[in-house]
């Protein structure tokens, strides 16, 4: 048997629909990317769009934090 970073065999999870992360059902996807994604890596659709934000995520908090960077240095700017 071979147990994965969850603890839970990914290929006997796929095989019963059982997601490796949640442990819920997996037998549900909106389309075939997801339904792919899932057989490379075990995770339910749930958990897939959870670590994909997560991912997303400190791009976001990145973009906006030089948008307020460049608003403070304008305003410093503007003083000196």
């Known amino acids: 048997m071979d147990f994965d970073t969850f603890g839970l065999d990914r290929n006997a ?3 019963s629909d059982i997601c490796v992360l ?8 909106t389309d075939r990317l997801s339904r792919r ?3 490379r890596s075990g995770m339910c659709e ?3 769009n959870n670590l994909h934000a ?3 995520e400190p791009v976001v908090w990145m973009h906006e934090f ?3 960077e460049k608003r403070i ?3 410093l700017c ?3």
């Open 13 to 15: 999870a796929i095989n």
């Open 54 to 56: 997560l991912d997303r």
């Open 22 to 29: 949640c442990q819920q059902e997996a037998d549900t996807f």
């Open 73 to 75: 240095h304008q305003q």
């Open 66 to 68: 030089k948008k307020l």
């Open 37 to 39: 994604e899932y057989a």
């Open 78 to 80: 503007r003083y000196a």
């Open 46 to 48: 749930d958990c897939q």
